[in-house]
C-alpha cells in the first residue's frame, strides 16, 4: 500500500504535560510487595526498596504514579500504614480477596517517589469512608506542623510535609465491583464535600474527580454529567479509564482500539464543554486517563489465585508483541489529545498489567509494552503537532473504516527536533510511506527505531527479550521536503527529524 504523511510543525494541537507519561501502583497482587518492596532482596536499598526495579522505572521519566489504588483504596485505612511497622495492623483486604499487612504506606510510598523521581498521585478513600478521613490524610501529608495529624507524621519520622500535589476523590465508584459503589448522586455529592473539606485543608491541591470506570458502562454519559454538576466548580479533572483486550482473537479490531480511544476522549470533553456551559464557567476541567492499558490474558488463561494470601502473583500478565502495537497506539491517542488530557497512568506499573516484571528474590525485566511507552516518554516531550495520514483503511467490529497507518507527532520545546510516531496495523502489508514537511523547514532524518517480530504473540521473558527496537543504521535522505520510507507490516517506527 501506498501513504502520505504531511506534518505542519505549525499546527500545534497543544503543548503536552508530563503527566501524561505516569503510571500506577496499588495494593494488589505483588505490585508493592516483591515488586518495589522486598526488604531482604540482594537488591534492597535501606529502605527495602529493589534497586534492581528503580532502575527500570528511571529511564520512563514518569511524570507521577497513582497509589494507593484503584479498588483497594476503597477499604483503605491508611492510618493502618503510617507508624511504627510492628504495631500496623494486619487486615484482610476485600478489593482483591489478599491479606494486607500494611509493612508498606504512605510514608513509604513517599520515599519511593524520591527514590524514583516522581511525583505522587495519592487516592482517597470514597467507598468506605468519606470527607473527614481524606481531610485528615491531607493533613497528615501536607501540613507542615502543629496540627495533630501533622505532628503525628513528625512522629513517625517525616519532619518535613509531603507536600502531594494531586489527589484523586476515589476510584471507579460506578463499578458493582467497588467496595462502597455509589449512584451519580451520592458520588457527586460526597465528592463535592470531600473535595471542599481537602481544599480548605490545603487550597494548592488538585483534585481529579472519577468518572465511568469504562466507556462500556452503562451509566457512561450520565455519570459523567451528574458528578459533574456536583463538582465542576471543586474539581480540576475528571477521570477516564479503559483496558482492552483481544479475547475474541480478532487482531484487526484489536489493533483499532486506540481509535475507539479518541472517541472516548472526545466524548467525555465534549461533556465536560456541555456542563461548562451549563453553568455559564470559563474554567475547564481537564481529563485524567488514569488508568489505561491492554488487559485480558491472564483472565483468558482462567487462573483464579487462593484467597487471604498476601501478595499472590495476580493479574500477570505476559504481553505479546502484538500488544505494544496497540499500547504505542494508545499513546497517539493520548499525544493527539494533549489538549484536553493532562494526565494519564500506564497501568500498572510492576507485575500487574505491567511493563516491568520481577521475580521474588531474583531479577526483574521488560516486558513488550515497555519500549513504546518509554520511547514516547522519551522523545515525546515538547508539543503535539498535527501529522495528516492519507492511506487505505479496513473495515472490522467497531468501524468500517480505520485506518492502516496511525501516528502522532511532536515537536520539542527547542523546536529542533520533530518526532513522528508511527504504527502500521496492517497485518501482511508493509506501507511505502512518503512524509513531508512545509517547504520551508530545513530537515535531516536524525533517527528511526522499528520494533517489528516475526511472531505476533512473541513475548519477553527474564531469559529473552526478542522483542525489543531496533536502531536502523542507514537513514533515507530528506530531500525537497520530503522523503519516502518503508514501513513494514505489523510495526511500529520511531522517526525522529533535525530542524535547522
Ligand atoms: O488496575 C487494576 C484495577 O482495574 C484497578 O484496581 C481498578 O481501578 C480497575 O478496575
Sequence with gaps: MKAT????????????????????????????????????????DENGLRRDVLDLIAPLNLGCIRYPGGNFVSGYRWEDGVGPKEERPVRR???WFSTETNEFGTNEFMDFCKKANVAP????????????????????????????????????????????????LGNEMDGPWQICMKTAEEYGRIACETAKMMKWMDPS????????????MPTFGSWERTVLRHCYERADYLSLHQYYNDNDGDLPTFLARPTDMDAFIKEVAAICEEVRKEKNLDKQIY????????????????????????????????YEFVDALVVAGMLNTLLKNSDRVKIACLAQLVNVIAPIMTVPGGGSYIQTIY??????????RGSSVCAEIECPSYKCAISDSVPYLDASCVLSDEKDMLTLFLVNRSLTEA?????????????????????????????NTIEDQPVA????????????GSVTLFVPAASYQVIRFSLS
Design 469 to 480: 527496537p531496533v536502531t536502523l543504521p542507514e537513514l533515507p535522505d530528506f530531500e525537497n
Design 121 to 168: 498521585m495519592m487516592a482517597v478513600n470514597l467507598g468506605t469512608r468519606g470527607p473527614q478521613d481524606a481531610a485528615n490524610l491531607v493533613e497528615y501529608c501536607n501540613v507542615p506542623s502543629g496540627t495533630y495529624y501533622s505532628d503525628l507524621r513528625r512522629s513517625h519520622g517525616y519532619e518535613k510535609p509531603h507536600d502531594i500535589k494531586l489527589w484523586c
Design 205 to 216: 491541591i488538585e483534585l481529579v474527580l472519577c468518572g465511568s470506570s469504562a466507556k462500556d
Design 287 to 318: 481529563l485524567s486517563f488514569d488508568e489505561w492499558n491492554v488487559w485480558f490474558h491472564y483472565q483468558k488463561e482462567g487462573k483464579r489465585p487462593p484467597h487471604w494470601q498476601q501478595a499472590s502473583p495476580i493479574e500477570e500478565e505476559k
Design 431 to 459: 506501507a511505502e510511506t512518503t512524509i513531508t514537511l512545509p517547504a520551508a523547514i530545513r530537515a535531516q532524518l536524525a533517527m528511526m527505531q522499528q520494533m517489528t517480530c516475526d511472531d505476533l504473540h512473541r513475548t
Design 5 to 44: 504523511i504531511k506534518i505542519n510543525p505549525d499546527k500545534v494541537i497543544a503543548k503536552i504535560d508530563p503527566r501524561i507519561y505516569s503510571s500506577f501502583l496499588e495494593h494488589m497482587g505483588r505490585a508493592i510487595y516483591t515488586g518495589i518492596y522486598e526488604p531482604g532482596h540482594p537488591d534492597a
Design 93 to 95: 483486604e476485600l478489593a
Design 371 to 380: 519500549h513504546p511507552f518509554y520511547a514516547a516518554a522519551k522523545y515525546g
